[in-house]
């Protein structure tokens, strides 16, 4: 069982940035990852962090955003720059056992979100 607890949602102006932090219990032998949900909209992969510690961006946000993790406080971050009122979602961390992908089937664990708000 892994339990995650994300920090660091605000809102901001357009060109600004944020960073996200994800508390893991324990992130041992886990693929972590940052999904994000626009009202409306279906939740989408953002950035995957995978067991050797490749890292893997959506198209969408490749170039702003960098995860980062720190393995003695198993927290995992989302440095978010050049922030887009398109980045406009509730953030989730989730964490997984299996494959290191974009699929949400993937990661078993779940957080409980946190929101960010881009204005124009």
């Known amino acids: 069982q892994v339990q995650l607890v994300e920090s660091g949602g605000g809102s901001v102006q357009a060109g600004g940035s944020l960073r996200l932090s994800c508390a893991a219990s324990?992130?041992?032998?886990?693929?972590m990852a940052w999904f994000r949900q626009a009202p409306g909209k279906e939740r989408e992969g953002v950035a995957v962090?995978?067991?050797?510690?490749?890292?893997y961006y959506a198209d969408s946000v490749k170039g702003r955003f960098t995860l980062s993790k720190d393995s003695a406080k198993n927290t995992l971050f989302l440095q978010m720059n050049s922030l887009k009122p398109e980045d406009t979602a509730m953030y989730y961390c989730?964490?997984?056992?299996?494959?290191?992908?974009?699929?949400?089937?993937?990661?078993?664990?779940w957080g409980q979100g946190t929101q960010v708000t881009v204005s124009a």
């Open positions: 324990n992130t041992a032998s886990i693929c």
């Open positions: 989730a964490a997984g056992i299996w494959a290191c992908s974009f699929s949400q089937s993937d990661y078993k664990f």
């Open positions: 962090f995978g067991r050797s510690g490749i890292t």
